[in-house]
């Protein structure tokens, strides 16, 4: 009897956010990444700023079947190397039976977000063990600044996920020299195709600042592993501009020296103080949470891990990219993305010993920021419905004049079910530095999918064109074949050709109009352009809620 009492009990670690892992934990982390991933990709039209170009071009794609030169509109549109629109026309081809066209090419984010959340869960792994993948992939889709980006179509995503493979490579030295060299090689083409020559060698100097700042990586391997990559990344660089050089010497051209190798004019100039000024104001919330965490690592433990050949791995990487953000491109947020790969890994590897205080902190901030942020959801979501109270269903209404929301059943139980689930995540939990990542990344998740469910529709309605270009064709006639347009911009002119099959003639590119029909882009404060005597105002509209843009249809008289 004395044996029996005193034989110890078996724990249960399911619901201990401890690295062990169990069946339990991932299917809830699997459920967390669908849950952060898929709200958003499908449900919504294409959205100003990137969306409506990026869709047009892989529009025009699928309606043309040329898919060497990207064209919008029917006209050449050197913006970028064409990867991610590939992808998103195959998406789009491969999904429309099921899906709208937009929402289908919008899936190729989500594939190359799963890409991206898998190379950095397994260089985690690889780098620091089986119980680092998972906390560092939840680290990771935590970030703020990720979190529009991976729901939108933006060849950034692509570059994402080839900044992923590369980094995944470098984790295999100084062992597999030719997997790391196919590995980085491969991700610096895919940032090449998608991006241009800014983002590939923004993944190069990932690659290289190690070795160069780290007298740890100067190796043999090293740079048997570079010169490997260099061998792989050639077809991915050469390929398609050379067969874009053989169909038109001219548009190649003027996509290398116009678009591509633009961004390197302005190398040591005044404007890399303005975007060092940039970066250095933006990670402190787009990199939340895994940057202050890492500094209070490093502020307790930096004689240690200064030392430590994996962190001064992952540090290299990202001191290598923040010094071409610096130097080249433009200062946006996207070109930051990649910077959230090493800072989320060397989060994650910490994540055990870190001061309870710093997680706690992080922990309580995240329960009662997204707790507010949900209840002023719910309460937002109710005065759309019910006018009530009035003040605040007063404001929404002067933010979007004349929107009715409706309820919708499955919107409605999924937005109940996710806010249930986080709030038992919160309380069941058990205290621990990872249970800080695991609320986190679940209030995040929540906040995102209530947005995506109870007002995705008034969102929509705000950023889509699709009302304006209704109204729009509701006064056109359908024998109006020939339209003219000034100053019509990219997205405006995408969309018009995706919802309305309307193609304008650019004054832009010929001054001569011989259209009965010209429409202008402008703003509400900009003079109606077109002289009475020979053009009469048709039409004139906006956005919804848009105070600045104002399109005018004319007519010729006769």
């Known amino acids: 009897m004395t044996v029996a009492a005193n034989k110890p009990k078996s724990v249960d670690y399911s619901l201990e956010f ?13 459920l967390v990444v ?13 959205w100003k700023p990137q969306e409506p170009q990026t869709f047009g071009v892989a529009f025009d794609m699928l309606r043309s079947g040329q898919w060497l030169v990207p064209t919008l509109a029917g006209d050449p549109y050197l913006d970028r190397p064409p990867l991610y629109y590939w992808t998103a026309a195959v998406f789009a081809k491969a999904f429309s039976p099921i899906l709208p066209l937009h929402d289908a090419a919008r899936l190729a984010s989500g594939f190359y977000m799963l890409l991206a959340i898998l190379f950095i869960t397994l260089t985690a792994a690889k780098l620091f063990g089986p119980r680092f993948g998972r906390v560092t992939a939840l680290i990771f889709i935590g970030s703020f600044g990720l979190l529009i980006s991976a729901h939108t179509m933006l060849a950034d995503t692509a570059v994402l996920a080839g900044a992923a493979l590369a980094l995944y490579g470098m984790a295999w030295l100084p062992g597999r020299v030719m997997v790391t060299g196919l590995c980085v090689g491969s991700g610096i083409g895919i940032a090449f ?13 990932m690659a290289l600042a190690p070795c160069v700042l780290f007298r740890l990586w100067r190796t043999r391997a090293y740079g048997q592993a570079l010169i490997i990559a260099a061998l792989t ?12 050089y053989l169909h038109s010497p001219q548009l190649a051209m003027e996509w290398l020296w116009l678009n591509d190798l633009n961004d390197f004019f302005n190398v040591f100039s005044f404007e890399t103080l303005h975007r060092a000024s940039y970066y250095s104001s933006l990670l402190p919330w787009y990199a939340w949470p895994a940057l202050p965490l890492v500094l209070v690592a490093f502020w307790y433990g930096r004689k240690t891990l200064a030392s430590n050949e994996k962190i001064q791995l992952l540090l ?154 209704q109204s729009l064709q509701a006064v056109l006639p359908a024998s109006a074949n020939c339209v003219a347009s000034r100053q019509l911009g990219e997205p405006q002119r995408a969309l018009l050709d995706y919802f309305a099959g309307l193609r304008t003639q650019r004054l832009e590119l010929s001054a001569t109009n011989n259209c009965d029909y010209l429409l202008v882009q402008g703003t509400r404060q900009s003079p109606i352009v077109e002289d009475q005597t020979d053009w009469q105002l048709l039409w004139e509209g906006a956005r919804p809620g848009d105070n600045i843009e104002l399109y005018r249809l004319y007519k010729k008289k006769s």
């Open 316 to 469: 290299g990487a990202f001191f290598g990219m923040l010094a071409t953000l610096c130097l080249v491109g433009e200062a946006r947020e996207v070109n930051a993305l990649p910077l959230l790969l090493p800072l989320s890994l060397i989060c994650g590897s910490q994540i055990d010993t870190l001061r309870r205080s710093a997680t706690s902190a992080l922990d309580w901030f995240g329960m009662m920021g997204f707790g507010l942020l949900a209840g002023a959801m719910w309460l937002g979501w109710f005065a759309l419905l019910y006018d009530a109270p009035q003040p605040l269903a007063n404001y929404l209404q002067t933010y979007l004049p004349g929107h009715r929301h409706q309820f919708e059943s499955i919107p409605f139980v999924l937005a109940i079910a996710l806010s249930i689930l986080w709030l038992t995540a919160i309380t069941r939990s058990r205290q621990s530095n990872r249970r800080a990542i695991v609320n986190w990344t679940a209030g995040i998740t929540m906040f995102w999918m209530l947005a995506m469910t109870l007002w995705l529709p008034f969102f929509n309605e705000a950023k889509s064109y699709r009302a304006t270009i």
């Open 34 to 46: 669908v849950c952060w991933l898929l709200p958003g990709l499908i449900g919504h039209d294409p």
């Open 193 to 205: 195709l998608a991006k241009g020559s800014m983002a590939a060698v923004l993944v190069l100097a």
């Open 18 to 30: 401890n690295g062990t892992a169990t069946p339990t934990k991932t299917m809830l982390f699997l």
């Open 233 to 244: 990344a050639m077809p991915w660089l050469l390929g398609w501009p050379i067969a874009f």
